[in-house]
T-cell receptor, first 115, second 113 residues
């Protein structure tokens, strides 16, 4: 069964600095999708970025980018120029390539931003 | 205009009661989900419906019963509530199998006393 691991339960970053959140996953599939979701204190889950496993190019969304290492089964999230509004729980998630495979979430990393 | 709306946002009830949580999406998506987030923030899927058809039914007590009257609505009914049912329940939707990600509702915090 697929698993998603986030080895950093908590992290902190100074405002305007860069931080990288780690995620590793275990799968025997070659086709799959990876996501990062953000959950601020408001509780709303928000999709931050997605990556298709068959694409070698790392996804980027404004200040958010990923480092996708398929062979290492690693999918880290880099947040540049951190802002106070980035403080949240961040969940890494995996979805298999078969139709209607469920999305599996990692345990989350709580990110604090220090003014 | 909220894309995925859940009601109620908070629910406090006594053990043994029966309660329902409603979810509606106006995105035109054809797949909807229920996830449970426990006190440690761990998210786990419970059910998924595609065009009113149940496609994912995880190992969940029979006391939990989803109902999808149409593809825009997915409700969750819980019978004989137990203390361990206290959690945040999230509804989500996607177009197709969700390869572009999910849109989540704001969650329902259920507290059983």
């Amino acid at each position: 069964a697929q698993t998603v691991t986030q080895s950093q339960p908590e992290m902190s970053v100074q405002e305007a600095e860069t931080v990288t959140l780690s995620c590793t996953y275990d799968t025997s599939e070659s086709d799959y999708y990876l996501f990062w979701y953000k959950q601020p204190p408001s509780r709303q889950m928000i999709l931050v970025i997605r990556q298709e496993a068959y694409k070698q190019q790392n996804a980027t969304e404004n200040r958010f980018s990923v480092n996708f290492q398929k062979a290492a089964k690693s999918f880290s999230l880099k947040i540049s120029d951190s802002q106070l509004g980035d403080a949240a729980m961040y969940f890494c998630a995996y979805k298999g390539g078969t139709s209607y495979d469920k999305v599996i979430f990692g345990p989350g990393t709580s990110l604090s931003v220090i003014p | 205009d909220t894309a995925v709306s859940q009601t109620p946002k908070y629910l406090v009830t006594q053990m043994g009661n029966d309660k329902s949580i409603k979810c509606e999406q106006n995105l035109g998506h054809d797949t909807m989900y229920w996830y449970k987030q426990d006190s440690k923030k761990f998210l786990k899927i419970m059910f998924s419906y595609n065009n009113k058809e149940l496609i994912i039914n995880e190992t969940v007590p029979n006391r939990f019963s989803p109902k999808s009257p149409d593809k825009a609505h997915l409700n969750l009914h819980i019978n004989s509530l137990e203390l361990g049912d206290s959690a945040v329940y999230f509804c989500a939707s996607s177009q197709g199998s969700g390869i572009y990600g999910y849109t989540f509702g704001s969650g329902t915090r259920l507290t059983v006393v």
